[in-house]
């Protein structure tokens, strides 16, 4: 039973000033110029009356209001507090010095990565508590039902339609309100998408709010407006939500929230799950960086999607790695049960190359420390990730049953650190597969790579990229890298083969199986026959299931996450036209080059195989 909620409702029944004040904000803005100019020009272009055009648009406005009744913001973190009591909030004092420093004058935008329902619980209540002024968070309306939407609307938050394409005047009212917003200087929260979220995915970035901000803060200049990267990341998730992500994966529809799902989401809530980490990128300040976009001659669109880029890669460069996730790259890399000294001595090898990258570990947890590994274990057994055998003479750990895509989950939440070294391991074959092959073999199949998985992964531009791979090489090769240095056949075969740390077929391999499987669904229809993408999802699901069975892909490729990017890819590349004369032919070339990189990505796995078979003989 839910205690908490029962003081909430008590307050639904007194506004206090909120109505006041909320009714105040929506007059200035519906008596604005800018509102009265925008839905005048809306108006002859949908052919209706301007009064009728701006009675709809006041109606929206209306129904996204929201405001902060003090005693509803303090139940509210109440209740915030009792909904991730099973977790450990940890957040940087110093960073909320920092920001409380810019709060004084500038207003602030936190863009967050999106993990869990819980976002909202753990993150503005921490942000109020460390003395940051009031945000408004926009989210999505799916939550905006009685009683959540009614408390989160007098706790500043803005439920925010998210089909709304043949809805302009709700478009107008949106952009008219975010904007009134940023020029009265109101912090704003919402999740960019962009990055790993929930299901460990990339998403790409939603520019519809960050255009609409970028819009303001140029029409008024203001100087004083920061974009703030937020990383939100979980040691583990609700398991109830860990599992809808899952079945979500394998193509079964999401299931619609209401006050039943609510309740029930909150008694799944009874577990300790370990902590919470909130970490800070580098603000980015919004005028000044448009102002520079602009002089590179950059048009609106592209500005906007180089300044969502931007704080995207920032969002993933502050993001830490988890002991919870190295130890899920440790199973899913061996596949089997394991000792404790095995899995110790599997996660050793990432752990030096995050020192090497300098690359944060969440909560400063020592990942070579046998109690830390230990401890991760038992609370992975504890929410039933893992299992644990200890009727022999060793205890051994090993994947539960059907939980391998929740293992990839949060082992998902680290791949932006290891894609590089995927790529450079790649590249490095390529020298040694390749008969008089040079430094620019690798360099041209690092690009190839980049082109292909641009739509899953946040890359660095080419020049960075070009620093980023020769750095992965000084690290494999184990000496300093001058890009115009030579790097033989040779030298590339020995840091492959004495490598302790291979990880191509868990980061990228997922994705290229995917690839493949979109590929031979395209290659299967032939010339001349449209492509109705639901169709192709639903045969690709099929198919999926069925090499998956036969072990020729990984079952977290069977995804409809991962096909629909899949397919993204696919219409970049022009294969989904049916009409283009070469089409098969390119069609054919993908499947080639899947298949060569998946024969790359087998080749680098047996690596790692003998090399762990070298390393339990010597750890037994």
Not at 140 to 156: D, I, V
Not at 295 to 318: F, K, M, P, W
Not at 339 to 363: F, I, M, S
Not at 554 to 578: I, N, P, Q, W, Y
Request: proline letters at 4%.
């Amino acid at each position: 039973m839910i205690a908490v909620p029962d003081r909430l409702a008590r307050l639904l029944r007194s506004n206090g000033n909120a109505g006041t004040q909320s009714a105040a904000d929506s007059a200035t803005l519906l008596d604005s110029d800018g509102f009265l100019t925008a839905t005048a020009e809306l108006a002859p272009q949908l052919g209706r009356d301007v009064d009728d055009v701006r009675a709809e648009a006041a109606t929206y406005v209306r129904e996204m209001s929201a405001t902060h009744v003090p005693p509803v913001v303090r139940a509210w973190e109440a209740w915030s507090a009792w909904m991730v009591r099973g977790f450990q909030v940890v957040i940087n004092d110093d960073d909320l010095a920092k920001l409380r420093e810019l709060d004084r004058d500038h207003a602030l935008i936190f863009l967050i990565s999106h993990r869990s329902y819980l976002d909202q619980f753990s993150f503005p209540p921490r942000l109020a508590r460390g003395g940051i002024s009031p945000t408004f968070g926009l989210g999505g309306a799916n939550l905006n039902f009685f009683p959540l939407g009614t408390l989160a609307r007098r706790n500043g938050f803005i439920p925010v339609r998210r089909a709304t394409g043949d809805v302009p005047v709700y478009r107008l009212a949106l952009r008219a309100l975010v904007g009134h917003m940023v020029a009265s200087g109101r912090n704003l929260v919402w999740s960019i998408e962009g990055g790993r979220t929930r299901t460990g995915k990339l998403r790409p970035p939603r520019y519809g709010l960050l255009r609409y901000v970028t819009d303001a803060v140029e029409s008024v200049q203001s100087e004083q407006t920061l974009a703030v990267p937020v990383s939100i990341l979980f040691d583990q998730l609700p398991l109830h939500e860990v599992k809808l992500m899952a079945a979500e994966s394998r193509g079964l529809p999401k299931k619609p929230e209401n006050a039943r799902w609510l309740l029930s989401y909150a008694r799944g809530l009874r577990h300790r799950l370990g902590r919470i980490y909130i970490n800070f990128g580098t603000p980015v300040p919004l005028y000044e960086r448009m102002v520079a976009l602009r002089a590179e001659g950059l048009s609106d669109r592209q500005i906007v999607e180089r300044i969502a880029l931007d704080i995207c890669h920032r969002l993933n460069q502050t993001t830490p790695v988890t002991a919870t996730a190295a130890v899920c790259v440790a199973m899913l890399g061996e596949d089997r049960a394991l000792t404790l000294d095995e899995v110790c001595a599997t996660v050793a090898p990432l752990a030096r190359y995050l020192r090497a990258r300098g690359w944060p570990v969440a909560g400063g947890a020592d990942l070579t420390d046998r109690a830390t590994v230990s401890q991760t274990l038992h609370d992975l057994v504890g929410s039933g990730v893992l299992t644990s055998y200890s009727e022999g003479p060793t205890t051994v750990w090993g994947i539960g049953e059907d939980q391998h895509l929740i293992v990839a989950v949060y082992r998902n939440s680290a791949i932006h650190v290891l894609v590089m070294r995927a790529i450079a391991e790649l590249a490095l074959l390529a020298i040694v597969r390749t008969p008089g092959a040079t430094k620019r073999t690798g360099w041209e199949k690092a690009l190839a790579i980049r082109e292909l998985l641009k739509f899953d992964f946040f890359f660095a531009g080419r020049d960075e990229f070009a620093d980023e791979l020769w750095n992965e090489f000084s690290i494999m090769t184990g000496r300093s890298h001058d890009p115009s240095a030579p790097l033989d056949t040779e030298e590339a075969a020995r840091s492959l083969r004495e490598s302790d740390l291979l990880v191509a077929h868990l980061v990228v391999r997922p994705f290229v199986d995917a690839y493949r499987v979109v590929s031979e669904e395209l290659l299967n229809l032939g010339a001349g026959r449209e492509v109705d993408e639901q169709t192709l999802l639903r045969r690709c699901l099929r198919l999926g299931r069925q090499w998956s069975l036969q072990h020729r892909i990984t079952e977290e490729s069977v995804s409809g996450e991962m096909f629909s990017t899949a397919v993204k890819m696919a219409r970049h590349r022009g294969l989904l036209d049916a009409g283009a004369p070469d089409v098969v032919e390119r069609r054919e070339a993908l499947v080639s080059e899947l298949d060569d990189l998946q024969r790359s990505i087998g080749e680098l796995a047996q690596m790692r195989r003998y090399f762990a078979t070298g390393l339990r003989g010597v750890t037994q």
